[in-house]
């Protein structure tokens, strides 16, 4: 067997437990489908066309995990594109701290922050960089303030700053 | 409002200072987003959105059409001097521009990608502006089953020539129309799948959803690569050699014109057809360039035929996409997907009735466009002596400054906290998608098209319970069959090129 063939194959499972998943996402919105209220004496419900797609949704899934249960080898498709997993975590998780800070700090520290860090760490660990994550938070919050709160006149939660 | 009016009304809007400010900038913004490889036109289109929230509608479609056409010519810079397309639609521009380039002439090169592209984009423009008016009035004659019909074609379209399989494209498409359906249905006003919450009862926006799935996703993608190899380019070219003898330039492009007025025509369909971009469009047009040419063996050893076929192939598709937003409100790529959110952001809806209802920012784009077209050589020529270094910004601080301009983007649609949310949730569900080969124009399509599909499919069904009306209708017939046909065709071909690779193994 040669790493490619393994390589398909282990493609072709992912593809079967993905329909799977979302043959079961399919069941789930079916099933919550029926607390969508339904006006009286309307023809079309609003409950008609999401249970039309949750049925397209269930069959297309079905013909995924049959495809993907079947796959050997080669696929004809471009395989993946894979690459490390850690930079990917490290964005979101800064991303979802930015997120859960902009109303707690406010959109100006938050982003001062935000910058610091994920520049600090995705730049060389030296003290130059640091230096020039600093000057990036700094700038970028000012122009960022000088731009969409004072310019353009947009709502941005000011929080710390008020 | 008539014609002339609209016209006058389109002029001046666009001759505002602040509207000729927005595209200027614009436009630089796009040249230099788009000649650096890893930053697409589609995330510089998406980094510029919330600036254009403040500003009035011309001037913000204005600023999106200076980036949107800015960009197709920023790839070609990076493409003929350091052998790397700045974005996707410039990949067949490094074939010969590199190698013209690497020959010692680097100034034509680059000229000869700026010109062709302005003319492609010319011609094309006026087929803009004809094919929108003739298309619109097509559009009209439209009842719930035509627009429903048209709606499955684009989808099934989309899906099919999307990368990978078309299997995936569907279920991607179908999880699109899907994410639409939380929230407020749009008939009724009655609440779906929102578990009782608030958070979900404002249902999930498409334009955080859209900054998710391609700014997010992108930026994510790049990061990954940032470690495993410096993308910064160390080259240096000489700036002296970058100028060029224009005139001998221009005439080498219009004695072949022959060849600008085919891959014109190819880059302005490849536009129109909705979602495959000018990806797909600089590519086709150079294969065939190099089917009609006299000299094909040139071809990849600095052809400048080839240079022109793939420039003014890409100006074309931005003229071709547009087509297809503002005759029938559907994006004709990602870029115009992102335009599609600015304008429901300034309060108009895209669609057929577009071009009747607001006549003067119909014609305010048409204007952009083409003041765009020239500002681009303009700007261009201008910056180019300082192109390299502007390239050369460093990643690891590009990246999150391009993350902080999605969050406000999400952010300040609505003042809402929960599309933020939405967007980091789609800029997971990207990542993931693409780590498993499913492709993402066909989500975004489904998400812009779910409302539309729904009403369309609905007021149909309570017009008349006759469900064969939808074949019936010759129109709608006709594109339903178009749709069976793409799936058909594309089912023929995945098998047809595993029989092939079949053989080929065992050969």
């Given at each position: 067997v040669t790493g490619g063939d393994l390589r398909g194959r282990g493609e072709g499972l992912a593809d079967a437990v993905i329909g799977l998943l979302l043959l079961g996402l399919a069941a789930a919105l079916f099933w919550m489908s029926r607390d969508i209220p339904s006006p009286p004496?309307?023809?079309?419900?609003?409950a008609f066309f999401p249970r039309v797609l949750a049925g397209v949704l269930a069959g297309l899934a079905a013909l995924l995990v049959l495809r993907g249960s079947r796959r050997r080898g080669r696929d004809g498709e471009p395989r993946a594109a894979r690459g490390p997993l850690r930079p990917a975590v490290l964005v979101y998780g800064a991303l979802a701290a930015y997120a859960f800070a902009i109303p707690r700090l406010g959109f100006y520290a938050s982003t001062f922050v935000f910058l610091l860090v994920l520049v600090g760490l995705l730049g060389e660990r030296t003290a130059r960089g640091a230096v020039r994550a600093l000057a990036v938070a700094v700038a970028t919050t000012a122009a960022c303030y000088a731009v969409f709160t004072g310019y353009l006149r947009l709502f941005l939660p000011e929080g710390l700053l008020r | 409002v008539s014609q002339a009016d609209a016209l006058m009304a389109a002029a001046a809007a666009v001759a505002d200072p602040g509207t000729l400010l927005g595209l200027l900038v614009g436009v630089l913004v796009g040249l230099v987003g788009g000649a650096?490889?890893?930053?697409?036109i589609t995330l510089t289109v998406i980094l510029i959105l919330p600036f254009t929230f403040g500003m009035d509608t011309v001037g913000g479609l204005a600023t999106m059409i200076g980036v949107y056409v800015g960009g197709e010519s920023g790839g070609l810079v990076s493409a003929c001097l350091l052998g790397m397309p700045g974005t996707p639609s410039a990949i067949a521009t490094t074939f010969d521009g590199f190698p013209m380039a690497r020959a010692g002439e680097p100034g034509r090169a680059v000229w000869l990608g700026i010109w062709a592209g302005l003319f492609g984009g010319l011609i094309a423009g006026v087929f803009l502006v004809y094919g929108t008016i003739w298309l619109g009035r097509f559009a009209l004659q439209f009842g719930p089953w035509e627009y429903f019909s048209l709606f499955i074609l684009t989808l099934t379209i989309v899906a099919s020539l999307s990368e990978g399989s078309m299997l995936k494209g569907l279920v991607a498409g179908t999880v699109g129309l899907l994410a639409r359906m939380v929230g407020v249905d749009p008939i009724m006003s009655t609440d779906r799948?929102?578990?009782?919450t608030e958070f979900l009862r404002s249902?999930?926006?498409f334009l955080p959803i859209l900054i998710g799935v391609y700014g997010v996703t992108q930026i994510v993608t790049d990061v990954q690569k940032l470690r495993a190899g410096d993308a910064r380019v160390a080259a240096k070219v000489e700036r002296a050699r970058l100028a060029a003898r224009h005139l001998a330039v221009i005439g080498e492009i219009l004695r072949g014109w022959g060849n600008l007025v085919r891959s014109t025509l190819i880059g302005l369909w490849i536009g129109v057809l909705p979602a495959v971009g000018g990806s797909a469009a600089n590519i086709l047009a150079y294969d065939q360039a190099k089917k009609w040419s006299?000299?094909?063996?040139?071809f990849g050893h600095g052809s400048p035929e080839g240079i022109v076929a793939s420039e003014s192939a890409n100006n074309a598709n931005v003229a071709g996409s547009l087509v297809t937003i503002m005759a029938f409100g559907i994006p004709g790529d990602a870029v115009t997907a992102v335009m599609l959110g600015a304008l429901i952001v300034h309060g108009i809806a895209p669609g057929p009735l577009f071009m009747t209802n607001n006549l003067d920012i119909a014609y305010a784009m048409f204007i952009a466009y083409f003041v765009a077209c020239v500002a681009t050589v303009a700007v261009e020529s201008a910056i180019l002596p300082f192109f390299l270094r502007l390239v050369n910004v460093r990643r690891e601080v590009l990246f999150p400054v391009i993350l902080v301009l999605c969050v406000i983007g999400a952010y300040a649609l609505n003042n809402l906290m929960a599309d933020v949310w939405t967007l980091l949730f789609f800029g997971i569900l990207g990542f993931l998608m693409v780590r498993y080969g499913f492709p993402l124009a066909p989500i975004i399509l489904g998400v812009i098209l779910g409302d539309e599909i729904e009403v369309n499919l609905v007021r149909s069904l309570m017009t008349s319970d006759d469900l064969t009306l939808f074949v019936t209708r010759p129109i709608s017939g006709v594109m339903l069959l178009l749709a069976l046909v793409s799936v058909g065709v594309a089912i023929y071909q995945t098998r047809k090129g595993r029989r092939a690779e079949g053989v080929d193994a065992e050969g």
């Open positions: 004496f309307v023809p079309v419900t609003p | 650096i490889p890893g930053i697409t799948f929102t578990l009782g249902g999930f926006p006299k000299a094909p063996d040139r």
